[in-house]
Nanobody, 123 residues
Framework: VQLQASGGGLVQAGGSLRLSCAAS????????MAWFRQAPGKGREFVAFTNYRGDNTLYTDSVKGRFTVSRDNAKNTGSLQMNSLKPEDTAVYYCAARPRSTNYRSTTNYDYWGQGTLVTVSS
């Protein structure tokens, strides 16, 4: 499976962006997926997770109520809708798929990663 993240850009604080993760291969629909981010000078951190059906989600506390993770298995895509963006959301965002265990928040738990898309939120 190859993942391609897109949709990043420059947005003002309070604005919205929608990130997409396009997957190759018909097995994507059988994998859970997640979004991570890496801010300048910091380590990669968990943002959001959804199971393979899209009916079970997890979020890091700082994005709860602002971000929504979803997927469309018929189109082999995952999405991250980001609203009420803040300057501290500035980071490169990565999608990942196929966790090896239930430690969904771990950066070392996923077999497949996209290349990242940059989100910059100006104040």
């Amino acid at each position: 499976v190859q993942l391609q993240a897109s949709g990043g850009g420059l947005v003002q604080a309070g604005g919205s962006l929608r990130l997409s993760c396009a997957a190759s291969g018909r097995t994507f629909s059988t994998y859970a997926m997640a979004w991570f981010r890496q801010a300048p000078g910091k380590g990669r951190e968990f943002v959001a997770f959804t199971n393979y059906r899209g009916d079970n989600t997890l979020y890091t506390d700082s994005v709860k109520g602002r971000f929504t993770v979803s997927r469309d298995n018929a189109k082999n895509t995952g999405s991250l809708q980001m609203n009420s963006l803040k300057p501290e959301d500035t980071a490169v965002y990565y999608c990942a798929a196929r966790p090896r265990s239930t430690n969904y928040r771990s950066t070392t738990n996923y077999d497949y990663w996209g290349q990242g898309t940059l989100v910059t939120v100006s104040s």
